[in-house]
């Protein structure tokens, strides 16, 4: 298993939920990381991203609620997910890729197995 994915869960509206994706040492340290989420019946879409320098890029929807993190010594990925709101339920998938140029990301093909989020009102 290349990217393993933990954390989700049920919470409430208003609540957190911490996100955490462990790769293999080569992907990780060779790739920028990000979290992507498809609700039902949605396409899958970026959430966050990270360089390998620490530069972290947000849909405009998470924006001051989400933090993503890198921590290298664990080769792992990292949501923070506060003030959640219904809307923000989905499966949420880790993915390595690029970022070509500063606030794009492109996700290459390697994805965790999805954790599902599931916010209630």
């Known amino acids: 298993v290349q990217l393993q994915a933990f954390g989700g869960g049920l919470v409430q509206a208003g609540g957190s939920l911490r996100l955490s994706c462990v790769a293999s040492?080569?992907?990780?340290?060779?790739?920028?990381m990000a979290w992507y989420r498809q609700a039902p019946g949605n396409q899958r879409v970026l959430v966050a991203g990270?360089?390998?320098?620490?530069?972290?890029i947000y849909a405009d929807s998470v924006k001051g609620r989400f933090t993503i993190s890198r921590d290298n010594a664990k080769s792992a990925v990292n949501l923070q997910m506060n003030s959640l709101k219904p809307e923000d339920t989905a499966v949420y998938y880790c993915?390595?890729?690029?970022?070509?140029?500063?606030?794009?990301?492109?996700?290459?093909?390697?994805w965790g197995q999805g954790t599902l989020v599931t916010v209630s009102s």
């Open positions: 040492r080569s992907i990780f340290v060779m790739n920028a």
């Open positions: 993915n390595a890729g690029r970022t070509p140029s500063i606030g794009t990301y492109y996700p290459l093909n390697y």
């Open positions: 990270i360089t390998t320098g620490g530069s972290a």
